[in-house]
C-alpha cells in the first residue's frame, strides 16, 4: 500500500509499472518518496515561516498545507515530465529548467528552517538591533525636545543668577555696615553713627529688592519647571509610544536580515542539503539508464504517436476523394437541360415574391 502510494507520487504510469520487474518498481516508488517527503519538508518550512508573519496557528498550518500541496504538485510533474532518450546531453538540456525550478524551491523551503534551527542566534542578533534602535529612537526624539529644554534650563539659570548677583550686592553691603559699626573700615570710628546708618539703610534696602526678586524669580522658575517636566513628560509619551514598534521588529524579513549576519558557511550546508534532496529524483532519472519502464512508455507513446499520424492521413484521403467524387458528380449534371429549368422556374417564383412584397411595402408607406 505504501508503495503504491509513493509510486503515485513519482507520477509514474502505475499500468506500465504493473508489469515491471520490482526493482524497477521500487525505483519509482523511492522517487515518489523522496517527492512526498520533500512536500512535507515544505510544508513545514512554510507554517513556520508563515506564523511569524500571521502569529496565528491555524492560519499557519492552513496555509502551510497549501503550499505542501503545491510544492508536491510540482515537483511531482517536474520528474514526470523528463523522459529519457538514451543521450545525456539531450535529456540533461530538456531537465535545466527543472533543475532551475528545483534550485528556486529548495531556497525557499531551506530559508524558513534555517529561521528554526539558528533561532536563538536570531534573537540575539535581534535583541542588539533593538537595543541600538532603541538608543537612535530615543536620540531622534529628544532632538525635539532638547532645543526647548535648554531654553528653559538658560532661562531658570538667568533668573538664579540675578538672585545670586543681588544676594552678593547684599553680603557686600551688610559686611560693609558691619565693619563700619565695628571701626575696621569706612570712618574707622567704633560704633553705630551717621555713616553707619546710611549703609545700613542701603543695605536694608537692597535686602528688600532682593527678597522681592527672589520671590519673583522663584515663581518664574516654578513656572519653568512645570514647562520643563510637560516637556520631559512628552518625550517619555513619544518614546513609550514608538518602543512597541521597535519591541514587534522581528517579523520574517528582519529574521532573514538577522540570520545573514551570521556565519555563512552553515546556512550554506543547509541549503545544499535540501537543494540535494529536491534535485535527486531528477539526477536519479538523468544518471540512470534507460530501464524497462522507460522503454515500454516509448512503446506506448509511439503506437499512440502511428495511430495519430495513420487516421490524420486517412482522414486527409478521405476528404480529398470526397472532393474529387463531388467535383466529377457537379460537372456531369453541369449541363443537363431538367436541372435548369427547375431552378430557372424557382429562381422566377422567388423574384416574383420579392417584387410582390416590395410592392406592398411602398404602398404601406405611402
Given at each position: 500500500?505504501?508503495?503504491?502510494?509513493?509510486?503515485?507520487?513519482?507520477?509514474?504510469?502505475?499500468?506500465?509499472?504493473?508489469?515491471?520487474?520490482?526493482?524497477?518498481?521500487?525505483?519509482?516508488?523511492?522517487?515518489?518518496?523522496?517527492?512526498?517527503?520533500?512536500?512535507?519538508?515544505?510544508?513545514?518550512?512554510?507554517?513556520?515561516?508563515?506564523?511569524?508573519?500571521?502569529?496565528?496557528?491555524?492560519?499557519?498550518?492552513?496555509?502551510g498545507l497549501i503550499w505542501g500541496f503545491l510544492i508536491f504538485n510540482l515537483d511531482r510533474f517536474i520528474v514526470s515530465t523528463i523522459k529519457k532518450t538514451g543521450n545525456f546531453m539531450d535529456e540533461f538540456i530538456q531537465a535545466t529548467p527543472r533543475i532551475i525550478l528545483a534550485v528556486i524551491i529548495a531556497v525557499v523551503i531551506s530559508k524558513p528552517l534555517e529561521l528554526k534551527i539558528f533561532e536563538k542566534e536570531i534573537n540575539q542578533v535581534l535583541l542588539?538591533?533593538?537595543?541600538?534602535?532603541?538608543?537612535?529612537?530615543?536620540?531622534?526624539?529628544?532632538?525635539?525636545?532638547?532645543?526647548?529644554?535648554?531654553?528653559?534650563?538658560?532661562?531658570?539659570?538667568?533668573?538664579?543668577?540675578?538672585?545670586?548677583?543681588?544676594?552678593?550686592?547684599?553680603?557686600?553691603?551688610?559686611?560693609?555696615?558691619?565693619?563700619?559699626?565695628?571701626?575696621?573700615?569706612?570712618?574707622?570710628?567704633?560704633?553705630?553713627?551717621?555713616?553707619?546708618?546710611?549703609?545700613?539703610?542701603?543695605?536694608?534696602?537692597?535686602?528688600?529688592?532682593?527678597?522681592?526678586?527672589?520671590?519673583?524669580?522663584?515663581?518664574?522658575?516654578?513656572?519653568?519647571?512645570?514647562?520643563?517636566?510637560?516637556?520631559?513628560?512628552?518625550?517619555?509619551?513619544?518614546?513609550?509610544?514608538?518602543?512597541?514598534?521597535?519591541?514587534?521588529?522581528?517579523?520574517?524579513?528582519?529574521?532573514?536580515?538577522?540570520?545573514?549576519?551570521?556565519?555563512?558557511?552553515?546556512?550554506?550546508?543547509?541549503?545544499?542539503?535540501?537543494?540535494?534532496?529536491?534535485?535527486?529524483?531528477?539526477?536519479?532519472?538523468?544518471?540512470?539508464?534507460?530501464?524497462?519502464?522507460?522503454?515500454?512508455?516509448?512503446?506506448?507513446?509511439?503506437?499512440?504517436?502511428?495511430?495519430?499520424?495513420?487516421?490524420?492521413?486517412?482522414?486527409?484521403?478521405?476528404?480529398?476523394?470526397?472532393?474529387?467524387?463531388?467535383?466529377?458528380?457537379?460537372?456531369?449534371?453541369?449541363?443537363?437541360?431538367?436541372?435548369?429549368?427547375?431552378?430557372?422556374?424557382?429562381?422566377?417564383?422567388?423574384?416574383?415574391?420579392?417584387?410582390?412584397?416590395?410592392?406592398?411595402?411602398?404602398?404601406?408607406?405611402?
Amino acid at each position: 500500500m505504501l508503495k503504491q502510494f509513493f509510486i503515485i507520487c513519482s507520477g509514474a504510469d502505475t499500468d506500465i509499472l504493473e508489469s515491471c520487474s520490482k526493482g524497477e518498481q521500487n525505483k519509482y516508488a523511492g522517487i515518489g518518496a523522496t517527492v512526498f517527503f520533500t512536500a512535507v519538508m515544505a510544508f513545514i518550512a512554510a507554517s513556520y515561516a508563515l506564523y511569524t508573519v500571521f502569529d496565528n496557528l491555524y492560519s499557519s498550518v492552513f496555509f502551510g498545507l497549501i503550499w505542501g500541496f503545491l510544492i508536491f504538485n510540482l515537483d511531482r510533474f517536474i520528474v514526470s515530465t523528463i523522459k529519457k532518450t538514451g543521450n545525456f546531453m539531450d535529456e540533461f538540456i530538456q531537465a535545466t529548467p527543472r533543475i532551475i525550478l528545483a534550485v528556486i524551491i529548495a531556497v525557499v523551503i531551506s530559508k524558513p528552517l534555517e529561521l528554526k534551527i539558528f533561532e536563538k542566534e536570531i534573537n540575539q542578533v535581534l535583541l542588539k538591533q533593538k537595543n541600538d534602535l532603541t538608543l537612535a529612537n530615543k536620540n531622534q526624539i529628544a532632538k525635539q525636545f532638547t532645543p526647548n529644554i535648554k531654553g528653559i534650563d538658560n532661562n531658570i539659570k538667568s533668573l538664579q543668577q540675578q538672585i545670586a548677583t543681588k544676594e552678593a550686592e547684599v553680603n557686600e553691603l551688610y559686611n560693609t555696615y558691619i565693619a563700619e559699626a565695628e571701626g575696621t573700615a569706612g570712618t574707622k570710628r567704633l560704633g553705630k553713627g551717621p555713616v553707619y546708618q546710611e549703609k545700613r539703610e542701603k543695605h536694608d534696602a537692597l535686602l528688600a529688592e532682593l527678597q522681592q526678586l527672589k520671590t519673583d524669580n522663584i515663581l518664574k522658575i516654578d513656572a519653568f519647571e512645570v514647562q520643563k517636566a510637560d516637556l520631559k513628560n512628552n518625550y517619555d509619551t513619544e518614546v513609550q509610544k514608538t518602543q512597541p514598534i521597535i519591541n514587534n521588529f522581528d517579523g520574517l524579513m528582519a529574521r532573514v536580515n538577522a540570520l545573514g549576519e551570521l556565519p555563512w558557511i552553515p546556512s550554506l550546508f543547509i541549503f545544499l542539503l535540501f537543494l540535494a534532496v529536491e534535485t535527486s529524483p531528477i539526477f536519479a532519472k538523468l544518471l540512470s539508464p534507460k530501464s524497462a519502464y522507460d522503454f515500454k512508455l516509448e512503446d506506448e507513446e509511439a503506437a499512440i504517436k502511428s495511430n495519430v499520424l495513420q487516421n490524420k492521413n486517412q482522414r486527409e484521403a478521405m476528404l480529398k476523394t470526397d472532393f474529387a467524387i463531388n467535383d466529377r458528380i457537379y460537372k456531369d449534371i453541369e449541363n443537363e437541360d431538367e436541372l435548369y429549368n427547375y431552378k430557372r422556374k424557382t429562381a422566377r417564383e422567388l423574384m416574383q415574391l420579392q417584387a410582390d412584397a416590395f410592392f406592398k411595402q411602398q404602398k404601406n408607406v405611402l
